[in-house]
C-alpha cells in the first residue's frame, strides 16, 4: 500500500488514510471492507454501535492479509461508559472482530452531563497497559473535555476523532491537538458528500488537476496533517479514494479551500449529544 503512517505520540504507526463503515450493514460489511483491503486500504474504522464488527472481521479474516498489516479502529457506545462497562464492552467487541487485539480503540462520544468519560478512559489505560489495544484515544471531544481528561488521566489520548471538513475545519480543536500531541482524525472527511463536492472552488481545483471533487477534498486533508476515513461501498469510489498519492494542492489551492470554512456542523453537538 502507498498511504504514509502518521506516528502517534506513542510510536505506534497508522495509515493516514482509512475505511469508514458508518451505515454499511453488517451483511454488506464483509463484501465492502473485502473491496477496500484488495484496494490497498490497510485502516478500518468501525464502532461498537455501527452494528459491523463481525462482517469487518470476517473481510480481515478471509483477506489472508498478516493480522499486523491491518490496522483496526472501533469505539466504546454511550451506553457502556463507566469502568466496568467499558471493560465488557471492549471483550464484545473483540469477540464481535474475531481478533485479540484492536490497534485504536476509541470513546465515541463525551456525554460531559453524564460525566462519565474520565472513568471510562480509566478503563482505556488498563486495556493499554495490558496490551490489548495498541493506542488509546477519544472522539467528539470539545477542547475543554481534552483539557479535563489530560489533567486527570495519564496516558495523553493517541487521537482524537472529530467531525472535519471544509466547511468545518475545526481550526481550535487542531491547534489544541498539536499542541498536546494528539493526532486529528477527521470524520465525514467528504462533507458526506452532501453539497461539498459540488462546491465551484472545489470543482474548479478538481478540473484544473484532472481529478475529482472527493480526491481534492481528501488531498486537502492529507496536506494539512489529519488522518481521514472516507466511507463508500461503491468499488469505483473506494479505489478513486485512495488514488490521491500522486498529485499534490499547490498553496493557493489550499488557501482556497481554507477559505470555504463556515464552522457548520452535519452532525451533533458534542456538548449535548447524549444518546443511549
Ligand atoms: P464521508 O464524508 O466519508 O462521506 C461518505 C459519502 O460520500 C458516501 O456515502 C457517498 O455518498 C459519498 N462519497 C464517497 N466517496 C465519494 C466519491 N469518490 N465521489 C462522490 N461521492 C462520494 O462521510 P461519513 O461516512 O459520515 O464519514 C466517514 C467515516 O467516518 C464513517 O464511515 C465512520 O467510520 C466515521 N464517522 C465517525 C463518527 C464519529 O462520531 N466518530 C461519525 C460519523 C462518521
Redesign the pocket.
Known amino acids: 500500500s502507498n498511504v504514509p503512517p502518521i506516528i502517534l505520540n506513542n510510536g505506534v504507526e497508522m495509515p493516514q488514510l482509512g475505511y469508514?463503515?458508518?451505515?454499511v450493514p453488517d451483511d454488506e460489511a464483509e463484501r465492502a471492507v473485502a473491496t477496500a483491503l484488495e484496494s490497498g486500504y490497510r485502516s478500518i474504522?468501525t464502532a461498537a454501535i455501527y452494528g459491523n464488527e463481525e462482517g469487518t472481521g470476517k473481510a480481515i479474516a478471509a483477506s489472508g492479509l498478516p493480522r499486523d498489516e491491518i490496522f483496526v479502529t472501533t469505539?466504546v457506545w454511550n451506553s457502556d461508559h463507566g469502568y466496568d462497562a467499558t471493560l465488557r464492552a471492549f471483550d464484545a467487541s473483540l469477540a464481535k472482530l474475531g481478533l485479540d487485539y484492536v490497534d485504536l480503540y476509541l470513546i465515541?462520544w463525551p456525554l460531559p452531563s453524564r460525566d462519565t468519560y474520565v472513568d471510562t478512559y480509566k478503563a482505556f489505560e488498563k486495556l493499554y497497559s495490558d496490551k490489548r489495544v495498541r493506542a488509546i484515544g477519544v472522539?467528539?471531544f470539545l477542547p475543554e473535555h481534552l483539557r479535563r481528561l489530560t489533567q486527570e488521566t495519564s496516558v495523553i489520548p493517541a487521537v482524537n476523532?472529530i467531525e472535519l471538513?471544509p466547511h468545518l475545519q475545526q481550526r481550535e480543536s487542531r491547534a489544541l491537538h498539536a499542541e498536546l500531541g494528539i493526532a486529528t482524525e477527521a470524520?465525514?472527511?467528504?462533507?458526506?458528500?452532501k453539497g461539498l463536492?459540488e462546491v465551484p472552488a472545489i470543482v474548479a481545483i478538481a478540473r484544473k488537476h484532472n481529478r475529482?471533487p472527493?480526491q481534492v477534498v481528501l488531498r486537502w486533508h492529507l496536506q494539512l496533517g489529519n488522518i481521514v476515513?472516507?466511507?463508500?461501498v461503491t468499488p469505483s469510489?473506494i479505489k478513486?479514494?485512495i488514488a490521491v498519492f500522486d498529485f499534490s494542492l499547490d498553496d493557493e489551492d489550499l488557501a482556497a479551500i481554507s477559505a470555504l470554512n463556515e464552522d457548520r456542523r452535519l452532525?451533533p453537538d458534542p456538548a449535548a449529544f447524549d444518546m443511549a
Open positions: 469508514g463503515v458508518w451505515q474504522d469505539k465515541h472522539s467528539n476523532q471538513h470524520w465525514s472527511p467528504l462533507g458526506q458528500g463536492l475529482t472527493a476515513i472516507p466511507k463508500s469510489r478513486e479514494n452532525g
